[in-house]
């Protein structure tokens, strides 16, 4: 089996492009920059170009292609971009797994993607979601809620590092995963015929605060964090202030967020069906604490190490 990967250099995308590549599948990945990617290669993947801002250009990807994974999205402000990429992009991927009948096109969106109309990506993967589901193609869909690794650069890092960390007052607690459980679990619903045609919300099997994560991160780190409080409602005169200007786009689909913020997360949609199908067994998925026990123990040594050395090389200076 042959596997195009779309978005294979990004965080849940490299593990997906790896656990496939260790399964024994040929994968082939699409990309913008081979240079930047070829990392994928040297791992035994086959790099092809193309770009979703030009549909032109992707047809050739999908020869002797029998599944899809797609785990792209565009990371751009810009509306214009976000069309191209996960509107035309994404309709351009649909037509041509529908032509080259594609056994299953695997799609990861946002979980209560649906719910957020006036956010550009939000909206844009709730229709990718209809489109994949209209088109006649095997899919599965897999709504995210959030990873382990984000919760680095916005807590771990700020707290080793003594910078501030920007929090808002929370309404409901959020669940995360770590992406090489995702990427496992993905492997698994591929090969799997009971998962064909089917959409699955993915998190955790426990939701936290930010306060509760930031916790954490300060026993494991032996350090305080610096935090400051953004109360909602001066997020909520920002955007109404920015609709005032035709220059503020950009920040106003940032400041949309805030409904997300504000509103209650379905926890109660994070299905137990996938795990039963594939045969999945919760407890073995990385626990959040784990996972952020093993990161603050290897950068801690790492600074160890480092510190270690720059006191040998000053006395060998003094001597």
Known sequence: MTLLVIGGTGTLGRQIVSQALEA???VRCLVRNVKKANFLREWGATLIYGDLAIPETLPVAFKGVTAVIDVSTTRSNDIRTLKEVDSI??????????????????????????NYSEIPLMEMKST????????GVPFTIFRLSGFYQALINQYAIPILDNQSIWVTKEFVPRSYMDTQDIAA?????????KTENKLFSLGGQKSWFSSE????????????????????YLLRLAKNFSQLFEWSSGIQQRLAFIKVLEEKENIDSFSNELYDLCDINKNELLDLESYLREYFEKILKTLKDVNYEQTLKRRDFTL
């Not at 992009?89 to 799609?107: N, P, Q, T």
């Not at 990718?128 to 088109?135: A, M, R």
């Open 24 to 26: 024994g599948f040929k």
């Open 89 to 114: 992009g994404k309709s351009a991927l649909i037509e041509l797994a529908k032509v080259s009948k594609i056994k299953r096109y695997i799609f990861f969106s946002i979980l209560n993607a649906e």
């Open 128 to 135: 990718t979601e209809k489109q994949l589901q209209e088109s």
């Open 185 to 193: 679990i993905c492997m698994k619903s591929l090969i799997n015929r």
């Open 213 to 232: 994560i930031i916790e954490i991160c300060e026993k494991l780190s032996g350090q305080s964090a610096k935090l400051t409080e953004l109360p909602l």
